[in-house]
């Protein structure tokens, strides 16, 4: 199972894009790149997943160089409900997940 | 996601008894699996079932134990528990398809007294 690598924590402040990087490589041809968000006493709620080059939903963009090694979440204009532990996770779908200890995200008013 | 739910929400019981949490899942989802989360730390897998007829150990197995009795339900035995099982026990669920996204239920506060 790829190894993952992220920053333990991140301080940012409302209005601000935050970036999130997480390296991943030894990542496998056929990985996916998935973040996953958690708030406190909650489960991890999926947020964006990713193959290659960019991604984006209404929450989140992902980016994810040519060579696969690293992928950034960001973030635009967080605010205060931002607040949580980011996860970056790489999976091939017959294996089951390892979460790390994910980013620490604190957005101050 | 209101489509795992986990029951008992919480619990508190004392070391020696034998306890089991809930799972189940209206997604017909084939995937499920068992994480354990403390204070602080990420999740880290106990057990995860790939179907009914396929369960396989996690990283942190000893202790727990696993039933798969339909698609839908999957349970989690502490067959005889102790106090640094005291933790957030969390159940999820996942698809066959491409990077296997988990939808996570609300989760299970333990505590062994």
């Known amino acids: 199972l790829a190894k993952t690598t992220q920053p333990i924590s991140m301080d940012s402040y409302e209005g601000q894009e935050v970036n999130i990087t997480c390296s991943h490589n030894?990542?496998?041809?056929?990985?996916?790149i998935t973040w996953y968000q958690q708030f406190p006493s909650q489960g991890p709620r999926f947020i964006i997943q990713g193959y290659k080059t960019k991604v984006t939903n209404e929450v989140a963009s992902l980016f994810i160089p040519a060579d696969r090694k690293s992928s950034t979440l960001s973030l635009p204009r967080v605010s205060l409900s931002d607040t949580a532990v980011y996860y970056c996770?790489?999976?091939?779908?017959?294996?089951?997940?390892?979460f790390g200890s994910g980013t620490r995200l604190q957005v101050q008013p | 996601d209101a489509d795992v739910t986990q029951t008992p929400r919480n619990r508190i019981t004392k070391t020696g008894k034998r306890i089991m949490l809930e799972c189940s899942q209206t997604k017909g989802h084939d995937r499920m699996y068992w994480y354990r989360q403390d204070p602080g730390l990420g999740l880290r897998l106990i057990y995860y079932?790939?179907?009914?007829?396929?369960?396989n150990k996690g990283e942190i197995s000893d202790g727990y134990s696993v039933s798969r009795q339909a698609q839908a339900k999957f349970s989690l035995s502490l067959e005889s528990a102790i106090p640094n099982q005291t933790a957030l026990y969390f159940c999820?669920?996942?698809?066959?398809?491409?990077?296997?996204?988990?939808?996570f239920g609300p989760g299970t506060r333990l505590t062994v007294l």
């Open positions: 079932s790939f179907d009914v007829k396929d369960i």
């Open positions: 999820a669920t996942s698809d066959f398809s491409g990077a296997d996204t988990q939808y």
């Open positions: 030894n990542i496998a041809t056929n990985d996916y």
């Open positions: 996770l790489v999976a091939l779908s017959r294996r089951a997940l390892t």
